[in-house]
C-alpha cells in the first residue's frame, strides 16, 4: 500500500475537473498502476498510522481486494468526514474506505458495496464478568446495577429506550474517565460502541469485553451500523469488478483477521456477511 501523499488544494481541483466527462475504468486504473482512496482518519475505521500509511478496516480490505483486481497501489488522501461524498462525486479520488454507514439518504448520492464492516455496542466490565453482562437489557433486570456513558452519547437514548433510569446511569465526561470508573467500582459497566470499547482496552489491566454480546433493539431494530465503501455510480465497471471481489473477499479467513485485528467480534463479522446493501439502502 502507497504512503500517504499530501495533494494541494489546486491539484485536488485540477483532478476533480480531469476526466469529468467519462467513467472511470477498471482498465484505466489498471494503465494508471493504481488507483485513488480517501481515508477520514478515524481510528480503526480508516487512519495514517506514524509513518504515514494507510490503516484501518477499511484501507487493509480495500488494498486485499484491489490486490486481487491486480491493482497494487492506492494513494491515500485525508479528508474530513462531511467531505469524503462531495470529494468522491467531484473526482478528487476514486473511491472512499472510511467505513460510511449504507444509509438511504446517501445511497441517493453514490454507490455503496456490500457492507465490509459491522458493528453495534457493547459494555467494558471488569475482569471475569462478575455480573455476568452480556447485553444493556441485564443492566434493567437488576436495579442495584450501575452503567457509566458519556454525558449527551447516543446509549443514553439507547438506556432509556430499553427502560433503564437515571437513577442506574452515571454519568462521565469522556471515554478516557471509563477505565477508572469501572475498575474502581463507581459503575458495574460502560456502555459505548464496540470498537470504542475495544480501543479502550489496549494496555488496560482490571477489565474486559463482555463477550458474547446482544445488541440493544429499540423500536423493533437491533442498535447497529453497516460500513461499506462508496464509489460514483457512473463508474459502474470499476465498480461492479470490486465489489464482486470485494463479496469473495469476504468468505475468506484473511477478510475475517483484519475484522478481529480491529477489535470488531465474531457477531459483527458474521452481520457484515449476511446483511445486503439493497435493504439498508431502502432502510429495512
Known amino acids: 500500500m502507497k504512503a500517504f501523499r499530501f495533494v494541494s ?8 475537473g480531469l476526466g469529468a466527462a467519462q ?9 494508471n498502476g493504481y488507483i485513488r482512496g480517501a481515508s477520514a482518519n478515524e481510528v480503526p475505521y480508516s487512519f495514517m498510522d506514524e509513518n504515514g500509511t494507510a490503516k484501518g478496516i477499511g484501507p487493509d480490505v480495500a488494498a486485499a481486494v484491489f490486490k486481487s483486481m491486480g491493482v497494487g497501489e492506492i494513494d491515500w488522501s485525508v479528508t474530513p468526514f462531511g467531505s469524503l461524498i462531495p470529494g468522491l462525486k467531484a473526482k478528487r479520488f ?25 458493528y453495534g455496542e457493547g459494555l ?3 475482569a471475569g464478568n462478575p455480573k455476568k453482562l452480556h447485553s444493556y437489557e441485564d443492566i434493567k433486570k437488576d436495579p442495584s446495577l450501575k452503567v457509566a ?13 430499553l427502560g433503564v433510569p437515571d437513577s442506574q446511569i452515571v454519568m462521565i465526561q469522556a471515554n478516557a474517565d471509563a477505565l477508572s470508573t469501572v475498575q ?5 459497566a460502560y456502555a459505548a460502541t464496540e470498537l470504542t470499547v475495544a480501543q479502550l482496552l489496549k494496555g488496560a489491566t482490571g477489565v474486559e469485553q463482555a463477550e458474547p454480546f446482544s445488541d440493544p433493539v429499540i423500536s423493533g431494530k437491533p442498535v447497529r451500523s453497516y460500513g461499506g465503501f462508496d464509489f460514483r455510480p457512473e463508474d459502474k465497471d470499476l465498480f461492479d469488478a ?12 484473511d477478510y475475517k483477521k483484519i475484522l478481529t485485528s480491529y477489535g470488531l467480534s465474531p457477531e459483527s463479522v458474521e452481520a457484515a456477511r449476511t ?4 435493504d439498508l439502502c431502502a432502510g429495512k
Open 9 to 16: 488544494l489546486a491539484a485536488l481541483a485540477l483532478a476533480g
Open 23 to 31: 467513467a472511470t475504468t477498471l482498465d484505466e486504473v489498471k494503465s
Open 94 to 118: 476514486d473511491f472512499v474506505a472510511a467505513e460510511q454507514n449504507i444509509l438511504p439518504d446517501r445511497c441517493k448520492q453514490v454507490t455503496f458495496t456490500e457492507p465490509n464492516s459491522s
Open 124 to 126: 467494558l466490565i471488569p
Open 149 to 161: 456513558i458519556v454525558s449527551g452519547a447516543d446509549q443514553l437514548d439507547f438506556l432509556h429506550g
Open 184 to 188: 474502581t467500582g463507581r459503575a458495574d
Open 242 to 253: 470490486f465489489n464482486k471481489a470485494l463479496v469473495e473477499f469476504k468468505k475468506t479467513d
Open 275 to 278: 446483511k445486503t446493501t439493497v
